[in-house]
């Protein structure tokens, strides 16, 4: 079972910007981003192809946020930028089953990213 560390969050003010990492995807994987913020479902935010050649968003990140991959670090990033309050939850990373699917049950401890106003 591949194991996944997301870092990289932080506390930022409403317009800033921060650079999030997991390391541990699997490099034949499709691999995502997810959040769940106090409350709430957890949500599919982001995703990219193995190659990376393919990315989608969810519609309120879109323009804001992008998702890369250096599969020799074995590393999945997400730009985060124009961040506002509402973006504020725990991140997670995970392989993509298929669209907005995660793949595995299994989930890191996440990076707490919060935005103040």
């Known amino acids: 079972q591949v194991q996944l560390v997301e870092s990289g969050g932080g506390l930022v003010q409403a317009g800033g910007s921060l650079r999030l990492s997991c390391v541990g995807s699997?490099?034949?994987?499709?691999m995502g981003w997810f959040r769940q913020a106090p409350g709430k479902e957890r949500e599919f935010v982001a995703a990219i192809s193995w190659s990376g050649g393919t990315t989608y968003y969810t519609d309120s990140v879109k323009g804001r946020f992008t998702i890369s991959r250096d599969n020799l670090k074995n590393t999945v990033y997400l730009q985060m930028n124009s961040l506002k309050p509402d973006d504020t939850a725990v991140y997670y990373c995970?392989?993509?089953?298929?669209?907005?699917?995660?793949?595995?049950?299994?989930w890191g401890q996440g990076t707490q990213v919060t935005v103040s106003s």
């Open positions: 699997g490099r034949a994987y499709a």
């Open positions: 995970n392989a993509i089953k298929s669209g907005a699917t995660p793949l595995w049950d299994y």
